[in-house]
């Protein structure tokens, strides 16, 4: 019988902290869903939020602390589906799709399978592409745009049964779903070391994040993830400007 080297068994292990935090991820997905059913969307947007959070810890802490593992990572992945592909969907599709007959049930389902794919995709390709940016629009980010989008009507008091609000749910969903799956490059933030270092400057940066989040957290955040769900499309065409660029120079040397 062969030995299995340390490597080969930690990668078997399960690790209690960072699929704590995992859990705590699936958690807030299906708390969210709940939420939704029982009318209060607010909580349910928020809880979608805490999802986030508790997903960006789960996969740095199991850096840190050395205990990464394929358990973790299938676990990860279907707790991520769980809170950024049906949580998100289901959530929306309550709370002004279903208004819309055919046409809500399908562009909840569109974010469903966009998740899933773009999930799937990042698991598959993990190994090939440039970590300094997602290929497509990381389901996370995905499903704030529908939180932020759900807490700031719920907290401003739109009327949810006023069709054009509803009409822009669907259009939002839409294109979160489409994002997920596009080849547009989002900034990853993965070339940030957490245990690094920082000048002063940086905590104060961090600070005032804070502080400028806190003094109101809807517009701030839906904000925030609207510039990011732009950014990769930013990207995307100064890439091929610049492509073009360097082809037409090519071309002009070549003429003469």
């Known amino acids: 019988m062969p030995i299995k080297t340390p490597?080969?068994?930690?990668?078997?292990?399960?690790?209690?902290?960072?699929?704590?935090?995992?859990?705590?991820?699936?958690?807030?997905?299906?708390y969210a869903v709940v939420q939704a059913m029982n009318g209060r969307f607010e909580v349910a947007a928020i809880a979608i939020f805490l999802a986030l959070v508790f997903d960006?810890?789960?996969?740095?802490?199991?850096?840190?602390?050395?205990?990464?593992?394929?358990?973790?990572?299938?676990?990860?992945?279907?707790?991520?589906?769980?809170?950024?592909?049906i949580a998100p969907a289901?959530?929306?599709?309550?709370?002004?799709?279903?208004g819309l007959g055919r046409w809500g049930w399908l562009a909840a389902f569109i974010f469903v399978a966009g998740a899933a794919l773009r999930l799937a995709r990042f698991n598959t390709n993990i190994?090939?592409?440039d970590k300094r940016f997602f290929q497509g629009l990381p389901s996370p980010a995905?499903?704030?745009?529908?939180?932020?989008?759900?807490?700031?009507?719920?907290?401003?008091?739109?009327?949810?049964?006023?069709?054009p609000l509803a009409w822009c749910a669907f259009a939002l969903t839409i294109y979160a779903g489409v994002a997920m799956v596009s080849n547009?490059?989002?900034?990853?933030?993965?070339?940030?070391?957490?245990?690094?270092?920082?000048?002063?400057?940086?905590?104060l940066v961090l600070v005032l994040l804070f502080v400028f989040v806190s003094s109101?957290?809807?517009?701030?955040?839906?904000?925030?993830?609207?510039?990011?769900?732009?950014?990769?499309?930013?990207v995307m065409a100064w890439r091929w400007r610049r492509a073009r660029q360097l082809i037409n120079k090519r071309r002009g040397l070549e003429e003469k």
Do not use: C, H
């Open 184 to 203: 547009a490059p989002f900034y990853s933030g993965k070339s940030f070391a957490v245990g690094k270092s920082v000048p002063f400057w940086g905590m």
């Open 7 to 30: 490597e080969e068994k930690r990668r078997r292990s399960i690790y209690l902290l960072p699929n704590a935090f995992t859990t705590a991820n699936l958690f807030a997905g299906f």
């Open 56 to 85: 960006g810890m789960d996969g740095r802490v199991a850096r840190l602390t050395n205990t990464q593992s394929a358990f973790g990572e299938q676990y990860d992945s279907m707790a991520d589906l769980t809170s950024f592909g």
């Open 216 to 234: 109101d957290p809807p517009i701030v955040l839906f904000s925030m993830f609207i510039l990011y769900g732009l950014s990769g499309w930013v």
């Open 90 to 98: 289901l959530v929306m599709y309550v709370w002004a799709l279903q």
């Open 142 to 163: 995905a499903a704030a745009l529908i939180a932020g989008f759900v807490w700031l009507a719920v907290d401003n008091k739109l009327r949810v049964s006023a069709e």
């Open 127 to 129: 190994a090939v592409v």
